[in-house]
């Protein structure tokens, strides 16, 4: 028989939640709320007093539409900064399709994250409100033929990728 593969490197729709490990008191506690099937890339506000991550939800399906979750780290309560989009009309907002969120996606100032997410059949750069969850779309051009990706971030600067299907740079 052949071993079977664990982990989410090989499969990203398995079961996975957020713990918190207490050292003192030797305390495992699961933080996620039940109903998130599968958690994935928590990443830590700059001043360690907010954490996002992405979810599936209770959807188990390969490359599903996700939700981007805020949880306010001193009192562990969840809030849905975007929530995942069933029946996206054409040329709206369809939904958060990222792999996984960059280590450093927050803004210094913690009002926005930043993520590389599918937009139809390209991919772009969406700029996350943390207040109110407002999604906008980093993008120079119109051509749904061509993608942009965000590579790194600094004070304001985004290093971002260009490429396209129809012509060379």
């Not at 007093?49 to 209770?58: A, D, E, P, S």
């Not at 996206?88 to 960059?102: A, D, M, N, Q, T």
């Amino acid at each position: 028989t052949r071993d079977r593969r664990l982990g989410l490197r090989y499969c990203e729709q398995r079961p996975c939640k957020l713990y918190l490990l207490t050292f003192n008191d030797e305390k495992l506690e699961c933080i996620s709320p039940k109903d998130e099937w599968s958690v994935k890339s928590p990443r830590f506000s700059p001043s360690k007093k907010q954490l996002v991550y992405l979810t599936t939800g209770c959807i188990s399906e390969h490359r599903n539409c996700e939700s981007l979750k805020l949880m306010d780290w001193e009192t562990k309560k969840v809030s849905t900064l975007v929530d995942i989009v069933k029946n996206p009309k054409e040329g709206e907002f369809p939904g958060i399709y990222c792999y996984h969120l960059k280590n450093y996606c927050w803004t210094e100032d913690e009002n926005f994250i930043l993520l590389n997410s599918e937009w139809r059949c390209a991919t772009t750069i969406l700029a996350i409100n943390t207040k109110d969850g407002k999604v906008l779309k980093i993008s120079t051009f119109n051509n749904s033929q061509e993608s942009i990706s965000m590579l790194d971030h600094y004070k304001g600067y985004i290093l971002a990728l260009q490429q396209s299907i129809s012509k060379p740079y």
